[in-house]
C-alpha cells in the first residue's frame, strides 16, 4: 500500500513538474511576442509537438503524394529522375526547413514569411516586400489545397476502377468528387476545429501504417520480377515532349514545411 501510494505522489508531482514547465515555456513565448509588439490571442493548447510533428507529415506526406504522381515522373525523365529527384529534393527542402526554423526561432509569429520579410528588409522598402511575400504564400496555400483535394480525388476514381473494372471515371465526376473532398475539408476545420489536433496524430500514424503495407504489398506482388539496379538507378525516359534536362527536373517538386509556421501561436511550447 505504501508503495502504491509512493507511486501515486510521484506520478502526481511529475505531472505538476510538467503543467508547470510547460506554463513557464508558454510565459515565455507570450513575453517574446509582447517584446516584439504582438498580443498572443490563441489557444496554445491546441497542438502538442506530437501534433505539430503529425500536421507537417501528413501535409507533405511524400511516399502518398508520390504514388500518386508518379505516372507523370516517369515518363518525365524516368526511374531515375524519381528515385535521385527525391534525394535532391530532401536536401534542398532540409536546407529551407533550417532557414525557417532560425527565422521562427527569432521571430515566433503566425505570420512566418511575410513578418520575416518586413523584419530583414530596409525601412524605405518592407512594407511592399512584406506585401509581395504575404501574396505568394496565399498562393502557394491555394495551390497546395487544391493540390491536395485533386490528389484524393484520383485516389478514389482510381480505386472505383480498379474495383469495378467496366467503370469508366468522366471528367465531371473526377471534378464533383473534388468539390466534395474540398467542401468536406472546409467543413472540419469550421465546426471540428477542436479535434484537429487529434485528427493530425491520427494521420501521421495511419499514412506510417499505409506506407508500411504499400512498400510490402508491392514488394509482394511485384516479385520475383524485378527491374535491374542499373535501370532503377540510372535509366532514362523521356515522353514529355520537354528537352533532357527540362523533363528530368520535373520530378524535383516535392511538398512544403510552411504549414506549421501559421500554427505556431496555437502550439503548447
Known amino acids: 500500500m505504501e508503495e502504491s501510494r509512493g507511486t501515486i505522489r510521484q506520478r502526481h508531482m511529475n505531472a505538476t513538474a510538467t503543467a508547470t514547465a510547460t506554463a513557464t515555456a508558454t510565459a515565455d513565448a ?18 502538442s509537438n506530437l501534433s505539430m510533428l503529425g500536421m507537417a507529415f501528413s501535409i507533405v506526406n511524400t511516399w502518398c503524394a508520390i504514388g500518386t504522381t508518379v505516372n507523370a515522373s516517369l515518363p ?16 534542398f527542402n532540409l536546407c529551407c526547413g533550417v ?8 521571430y515566433p509569429t503566425a ?25 505568394i504564400n496565399l498562393a502557394a496555400w491555394v ?18 476502377e480498379l474495383v469495378y473494372p467496366a467503370f469508366q471515371q468522366k471528367p465531371w465526376q473526377r471534378f464533383l468528387l473534388y468539390i466534395a473532398v474540398d467542401v468536406m475539408a472546409l467543413s472540419y476545420n469550421l465546426l471540428a476545429n477542436r479535434y484537429l489536433s487529434h485528427l493530425n496524430k491520427y494521420n501521421m500514424f495511419f499514412t506510417l501504417a499505409g506506407f508500411v503495407i504499400s512498400i510490402v504489398t508491392i514488394l509482394a506482388c511485384a516479385a520475383p520480377n524485378f527491374q535491374s539496379a542499373q535501370f532503377v538507378f540510372t535509366g532514362f525516359i523521356n515522353e514529355s ?6 523533363a528530368w ?4 517538386l516535392q511538398g512544403q514545411v510552411d504549414s506549421l509556421l501559421d500554427a505556431t501561436l496555437e502550439a503548447s511550447s
Not at 30 to 47: P, Q, T, V, Y
Not at 76 to 91: E, K
Not at 111 to 135: E, F, L, N
Not at 249 to 252: K, M
Open 30 to 47: 507570450d513575453a517574446s511576442l509582447e517584446l516584439m509588439g504582438i498580443k498572443s490571442n490563441l489557444d496554445r493548447n491546441s497542438f
Open 76 to 91: 518525365s525523365g524516368g526511374p531515375s529522375s524519381a528515385v535521385w529527384g527525391i534525394v535532391i529534393a530532401g536536401i
Open 99 to 106: 532557414s525557417l526554423a532560425e527565422f521562427l526561432s527569432a
Open 111 to 135: 505570420g512566418g514569411q511575410y513578418h520575416w520579410a518586413a523584419v530583414a528588409s530596409w525601412k524605405s522598402t518592407r512594407r511592399a516586400i512584406s506585401y509581395i511575400t504575404g501574396w
Open 143 to 160: 495551390c497546395l489545397a487544391a493540390a491536395n483535394c485533386l490528389l484524393v480525388s484520383g485516389i478514389v476514381m482510381s480505386y472505383a
Open 241 to 246: 515532349g520537354w528537352p533532357d534536362g527540362w
Open 249 to 252: 527536373q520535373l520530378g524535383l
